[in-house]
């Protein structure tokens, strides 16, 4: 199906070239309007493959006759409106270097949050848009679908984090903006968050039944409030190293989870 389109945008006055430019920059305007941006060719991919709408496409004048864009223009629902922009004014508020120039406006979900008995992704305060990205990317791949993000946490939905995480945020339910008395109320299975001060090595803790990992914030680690109510577990550094990353010590422990029921 073929989509609205408009005629082509000169000027940076314009309101929904403006709205982007805020989306594409500013952590205050996505809360603040509950919208972010898709740049890029893969992840409006993305999003189309999870039937997830579109509020606004942008376009490059030059991009429109590429194929890859010409494939996404006939997927898009009859309704959706495709705004082109002038090379100069597309180069002028993109955050990509060169590639396909393309781009979508669309609302941030906000799932209501309720009783937590499964599997999930606890991220408290993990403050780098690439690490949260990359735990997200890690949560689909191994099939954990609830992430929870405390207040600090860097946002899930920006466009760093949306590219660091390769659209996988299509295939999770994010929660944002969480107290830790709103995660402590809500999840009922055992939490888990690594630590050295423990015994407990994660090869010998069994993992096939519902848990909760904890990842904390890359300097401060897992807030004393939450690790009060966890179950320590080590990741062994014969090498003895002070500590991982967390996007990897996250990757290590979702991986082994994922093994000990299915690879064991």
Known sequence: MTSNTTELITSDKNQTVKLAKALLTQARQRKKQGQTILEGAHLIDAALRSDYPFLQILLAESAHTHVEVQQILTRLPTY??????????YQSIRSLGTGIDIMAIIHIPMPHLSAINSDCLILNDVQDSGNVGTLLRTAAAVGISTVLCTSATAQAWSPKTLRAGMGAQFALNIYENLSVTAV?????????ATSSHTDTLIYEYDLRSPVAWIMGHEGQGVCEEL????????????????????????????YETLRQRHYS
């Open 184 to 192: 402590l109320d809500c999840v009922e299975v055992p939490l888990l």
């Open 227 to 254: 690790m009060q109510c966890a179950t320590p577990i080590a990741l062994p550094q014969p090498n003895g190293q002070e500590s991982l990353n967390v996007a990897i010590a996250g990757s290590l422990c979702l």
């Open 80 to 89: 959706t409106s495709v705004l082109i922009l002038s090379d100069a004014l």
